[in-house]
Structures are given as C-alpha cells and as structure tokens.
C-alpha cells in the first residue's frame, strides 16, 4: 500500500466467525478499519441479530455495518432469509449511526426496495464493488449512497460499466480492490491486494478526463466523510 500511494483501507467482515481476524487486522495497523457483517451468500454460520450487531459495532475500530444486501446470482429458491438478513443489517445501521456496505448481484430491484422501505437513506454507505446501471446507481445516490467502483472497471469488455464511472460524480465515488479477487489491469486473474487500488483509480481518471491525483484526493475525502468514525 505504501509504495503505491495507498494510504488507508477497510478490511471488511463477511461472516462472524472469522470477524476475530479482521478486528486483529485493524488493531494492529492505525490506517486501516473494519467492518462488522454477514455476507448474503453466507450459510451455517451465526445469523446475525440487530443486538449482537451493535454490540460488536462498540468496537473502537468499526466504522461500518456489512458487507450486506442481496445475491441472487449464488443462491437459489426461496431467499427471503436473505432479504430477512438485510433488513436486520439496514436497521442496525440506523441505530448505530454507521454507514452500509451493501452487495448487490442480480437482485437490483429487491435491493433498492429494501433499502427505500427500511430507510436506508437515514445512515447511507456504498454500493460495494458497484455493476449494475446508471438508473441504479441514480437511485442508490439519491438515498445517500456511494458508488464505489473495484478493478473490474479495468476490464476491456466492461464497457457498460466504463459508461456508468464516467457518469458519476466524483463526490458521489469511492473505488476499491474486493481484494483477495477481481484483480485489476495488470494484474487481472491474480490474487488481488490493496496495493492494487491505484490501477482502479488510474481508469477512472482516464474515463472522466481528469487526474490520477483528482479521483485520489475526491475519493479519499468520501471515505473520510462516510466512514466518520475512521482515525
């Protein structure tokens, strides 16, 4: 990260059991934070439930709630748990007063219903690891949410989704790796690091016209401004 001008990360839960080690990973390095939540594709591990989840939250270096939302895409028949398990994390956003991180994979429709009928929009956060529309991601900003763009932008046929982060404001974006996968240009089909970030950034600059320095300076004070509680 260092070497490649990165200076802060978020290491982010995706289930409780292995929480433990991402805590231990924002414990020991001051730039980088976690997160506390179970990814939607997640089964047989603790469900979450909004008192456990705030109580995890206290944690000093916790500045969010996720990763949460829908995947359709994995998982198949009835998935209401799944919608039953974003709600609970919608709710625990708003009662701690941390921001979201939300996964979303073929399941736009249901997702930003959700997050309108819980009002998301109260706490706000990112639409992680973003590929979906420029209708979608109208909608995800209008509740007070970023869109955050990973390496697959990099990719040559993700033509749709160069279109979209041309599109979006820079204050409404953040970019990020999805480390350890979708490993951007250069790297592509490699394990990914954080390290990586900056080739994400240096497309988007080429996308919107600007420089590398302009999407790192606009990205690095939405990450500030969104995750508060980050020092």
């Given at each position: 990260?260092?070497?490649?001008?990165?200076?802060?990360?978020?290491?982010?839960?995706?289930?409780?059991?292995?929480?433990?080690?991402?805590?231990?990973?924002?414990e020991r390095?001051?730039?980088?934070?976690?997160?506390?939540?179970?990814?939607?594709?997640?089964?047989?591990?603790?469900?979450?439930?909004?008192?456990?989840?705030?109580?995890?939250?206290?944690?000093?270096?916790?500045?969010?709630?996720?990763?949460?939302?829908?995947?359709?895409?994995?998982?198949?028949?009835?998935?209401?748990?799944?919608?039953?398990?974003?709600?609970?994390?919608?709710?625990?956003?708003?009662?701690?007063?941390?921001?979201?991180?939300?996964?979303?994979?073929?399941?736009?429709?249901?997702?930003?219903?959700?997050?309108?009928?819980?009002?998301?929009?109260?706490?706000?956060?990112?639409?992680?690891?973003?590929?979906?529309?420029?209708?979608?991601?109208?909608?995800?900003?209008?509740?007070n949410f970023?869109?955050?763009?990973?390496?697959?932008?990099?990719?040559?046929?993700?033509?749709?989704?160069?279109?979209?982060?041309?599109?979006?404001?820079?204050?409404?974006?953040?970019?990020?790796?999805?480390?350890?996968?979708?490993?951007?240009?250069?790297?592509?089909?490699?394990?990914?690091?954080?390290?990586?970030?900056?080739?994400?950034?240096?497309?988007?600059?080429?996308?919107?016209?600007?420089?590398?320095?302009?999407?790192?300076?606009?990205?690095?004070?939405?990450?500030?401004?969104?995750?508060?509680?980050?020092?």
């Amino acid at each position: 990260m260092q070497s490649n001008a990165v200076t802060h990360a978020l290491c982010v839960s995706v289930n409780l059991e292995t929480l433990p080690q991402v805590l231990s990973i924002a414990e020991r390095f001051p730039n980088v934070f976690a997160s506390v939540g179970v990814h939607p594709n997640d089964q047989g591990g603790e469900e979450p439930d909004i008192t456990r989840m705030l109580s995890l939250a206290g944690h000093p270096r916790v500045v969010a709630i996720g990763e949460t939302g829908l995947d359709y895409y994995r998982l198949e028949g009835d998935l209401e748990w799944q919608r039953d398990r974003f709600r609970r994390h919608i709710r625990a956003a708003r009662e701690s007063g941390k921001p979201l991180i939300i996964h979303m994979r073929e399941a736009a429709a249901d997702t930003l219903q959700i997050m309108k009928e819980e009002n998301a929009a109260e706490c706000g956060g990112v639409m992680h690891c973003f590929t979906e529309t420029q209708a979608v991601a109208d909608a995800a900003m209008e509740m007070n949410f970023l869109i955050s763009f990973s390496g697959i932008v990099t990719f040559k046929n993700a033509v749709a989704l160069k279109a979209v982060a041309r599109e979006v404001p820079l204050e409404h974006m953040l970019i990020e790796t999805d480390s350890p996968y979708l490993a951007p240009v250069p790297y592509r089909g490699r394990t990914n690091q954080p390290a990586y970030v900056r080739f994400v950034a240096e497309e988007v600059a080429r996308l919107k016209g600007v420089s590398v320095e302009a999407v790192a300076i606009a990205t690095t004070a939405n990450f500030f401004e969104l995750f508060k509680n980050a020092a």
